[in-house]
């Protein structure tokens, strides 16, 4: 069973129908929307300084007593407008608390840009039947709008995630929906109020600039083939069914010299050749957590941190000649009896020709692609995950400060020893290996492509010649 809503949340942008949807719920006895809330720049509405007994200056120090005070109010419903931009500090209490009623509303969102920019023209915010609206235009602003689109996309994938994972529902609103008497009865009765018999749409505001958008946009056919930039359904978006990793913490290492260097590894590259070249340095520390590594952070002021990517196809071959060596022998049974790679008996494996070798490996990166794509029961183990995805998991700790290639290693490592204050790096001693001439067979490039397509694009990588 679900417990009643005490109170309710809508989840909203600028110029999306919400001052309409909030004077509706407003008509409703015993619901009360309190406006924009939490916005930084006013409370709740435009020109004020105080809401419901507290100051701009205390919501700022502590937003949860604003928030206690709007939705403790027992027998009474309320609730606020809350935009992408708002204090962030109160948005985990809104999502945790399922006694909150989430209303989302959307628009068009090349309407709500366009509304935006002709309220900002006209300092026009809302307009009722006896006021004459002022006549505009704009001139649409190809950067600014993508970026207001991707903010609001990524807080509604936000909004949407968080209602999933809690398992609570949301009521979706259109701001076409919002002049429907019938939809507005339908929230009302969702939101509890089944003593209500029809919600009438507020009807002290009007729609401002009823025009179509080639009269509202100076610029229209620029407007237009600017748009053609847009990619709504992300037709080029790859798929990513990888799963996400931690930070791995443990495997990175520290040394104090200059104002200290911390490496992030990938595995299988070139880190027993870093950790031999930082050990000439001074004393290598390993085997950290994440708070020990704070610790030493806080220790070493000016601390640089980098990693170094290997080109995937080499460092795909050092993962399979890892399952070849190092690996346990239930992976390499599995391998064989479902993966589709055959690889000879164990008892074999050691008298393998470089050419034998080469003639496993197509096999090898044909499941690699499978694995990274969701597609085998095995796990994707660190050795063969994605360079993107093992930083993503870096970043859930500590970004590192450069990415490093390994056919660039000495030159980047003299800029970040720099700029860590290390004298006298040493650095001939990074001398990494190039990738073996022996690899560079169309078929094996083309298959570590596909395996590696992210990272090719993430990092770009190009196809060795």
């Known amino acids: 069973m679900t417990e009643p809503f005490r109170s309710f949340v809508i989840f909203a942008e600028m110029r999306t129908g919400s001052n309409l949807l909030e004077a509706t719920l407003n008509g409703l006895r015993g619901v009360t929307c309190f406006g924009e809330a939490f916005n930084p720049y006013m409370m709740g509405w435009p020109d004020k300084d105080e809401l419901e007994g507290v100051t701009r200056a205390e919501r700022e120090a502590d937003p949860m007593a604003l928030l206690k005070r709007l939705i403790d109010k027992p027998g009474h419903m309320s609730g ?22 989430k209303i989302i509303l959307t628009r068009n969102p090349l309407d709500s840009y366009v509304s935006t920019r002709l309220a900002w023209e006209t300092n026009q915010w809302k307009l009722n ?23 609001v996309e990524r807080f509604q994938a936000r909004v949407l995630h968080r209602l999933q994972v809690s398992g609570q529902t949301g009521f979706w609103l259109g701001y076409e929906d919002l002049r429907d008497a019938d939809v507005m009865t339908g929230l009302a009765h969702w939101m509890g109020r089944t003593d209500v018999g029809r919600l009438e749409p507020a009807r002290d505001q009007v729609p401002q600039n009823p025009r179509e958008l080639a009269e509202k946009v100076q610029n229209f056919d620029q407007m237009q083939q600017d748009l053609q930039q847009v990619d709504p359904f992300i037709l080029r978006r790859i798929p990513n069914f990888e799963p996400r990793r931690g930070p791995s913490v443990p495997s990175f290492a520290a040394v104090g010299a200059g104002q200290g260097l911390i490496y992030m590894p990938v595995r299988c590259g070139p880190g027993p050749l870093i950790r031999d070249w930082m050990a000439r340095l001074g004393e290598v520390q390993q085997d950290f957590t994440q708070s020990s590594l704070r610790q030493w952070k806080r220790k070493h002021p000016g601390h640089r941190s980098f990693t170094v990517l290997r080109h995937p196809l080499h460092r795909a071959w050092h993962a399979f000649r890892q399952v070849l060596t190092e690996g346990p022998p239930e992976l390499r049974q599995l391998l064989r009896d479902v993966q589709r790679v055959p690889l000879p008996d164990d008892r074999d494996l050691a008298g393998l020709s470089q050419d034998a070798q080469l003639d496993l490996f197509k096999p090898f990166l044909n ?4 694995n990274l794509n969701g597609q085998t029961t095995l796990p994707t183990y660190a050795g063969w995950a994605s ?24 030159q980047d490592m003299a800029v ?15 001398d990494s290996d190039a990738m073996p001439e022996f690899l560079l067979r169309k078929p094996l490039i083309e298959a570590a492509r596909a395996a590696y397509l992210r990272d090719y694009i993430a990092f770009g990588f190009e196809d060795p010649a």
Do not use: K, W
């Open 80 to 101: 606020f407008r809350y935009f992408h931009d708002h204090d962030p500090r109160v948005f985990d209490a809104i999502m945790n608390d399922a006694s909150c009623a």
């Open 129 to 151: 039947e006896t006021e004459t609206p002022i006549p505009a235009s704009i001139t649409y602003d190809g950067p600014e709008f993508r970026q207001m689109l991707d903010a």
């Open 367 to 370: 499941f690699l692609r499978r």
């Open 387 to 410: 360079q993107s995805e093992v930083i993503s998991g870096f970043a859930r700790f500590s970004t590192p400060d450069m990415l490093i290639r390994e056919d660039r290693l000495m």
């Open 416 to 430: 970040l020893s720099g700029a860590a204050g290390v004298a006298d790096a040493g650095l001939h001693h990074l």
